[in-house]
């Protein structure tokens, strides 16, 4: 991604993505999720304060009050990954996805809840390589 190129910026001009947090972590979604269902205590500590890039199965998209949604399939018998966008610039682009599309997103975990893995998203990413990323265990 274009943010490592701005070392002498803590806040990417582009995407607003804060450089300061570092290189992101990579995780598919199935294995995001199945973190969460073998020790959800001990998943949430792996990816507390860390900027993620999810990729992974469109299951649905739709609106809320304060956004948009987009559900990313978990792993079998584990939580789907449920993401929130702010609407505007991400409303156009995820009208070009649907269900069974593979989508890259980065972003922030905030917590597991029964409906699913809540990840606030910061940007779609294109389906390209993003760039250096530390791989989850």
Same mark, same amino acid.
């Given at each position: 991604?274009?943010?490592f190129? %701005? *070392? $002498? *910026?803590?806040?990417c001009?582009i995407c607003?993505? &804060? !450089?300061?947090?570092?290189i992101p972590? +990579?995780a598919e979604?199935?294995?995001?999720? &199945?973190?969460?269902?073998? @020790?959800?205590?001990?998943? !949430?500590e792996?990816? +507390?304060? *860390?900027?993620v890039?999810? $990729?992974?199965? #469109? *299951?649905?998209?739709?609106?809320? /009050?304060?956004g %948009?949604?987009?559900? #990313? @399939?978990?792993?079998? @018998?584990? /939580? &789907?990954? +449920?993401?929130?966008?702010n609407a505007?610039? @991400?409303? =156009? +682009? %995820?009208r =070009?996805? $649907?269900?069974g &599309?593979?989508i890259?997103m980065i972003g922030?975990?905030?917590?597991?809840?029964?409906e699913g893995?809540?990840f606030?998203? !910061?940007? #779609?990413?294109?389906?390209s =390589?993003?760039?250096p990323?530390?791989?989850?265990?």
């Amino acid at each position: 991604i274009h943010h490592f190129l %701005l *070392k $002498s *910026k803590t806040q990417c001009p582009i995407c607003e993505y &804060d !450089t300061s947090k570092g290189i992101p972590v +990579r995780a598919e979604a199935t294995a995001l999720s &199945d973190s969460f269902r073998v @020790n959800q205590e001990a998943a !949430t500590e792996e990816y +507390r304060g *860390k900027v993620v890039i999810v $990729s992974g199965e #469109i *299951k649905e998209t739709g609106k809320t /009050l304060l956004g %948009l949604l987009l559900v #990313i @399939n978990g792993a079998e @018998n584990g /939580l &789907d990954i +449920r993401c929130e966008l702010n609407a505007g610039a @991400n409303e =156009s +682009r %995820l009208r =070009s996805y $649907s269900t069974g &599309d593979q989508i890259m997103m980065i972003g922030t975990v905030t917590r597991a809840a029964p409906e699913g893995i809540l990840f606030m998203v !910061t940007q #779609i990413l294109s389906e390209s =390589s993003p760039g250096p990323t530390a791989e989850v265990a």
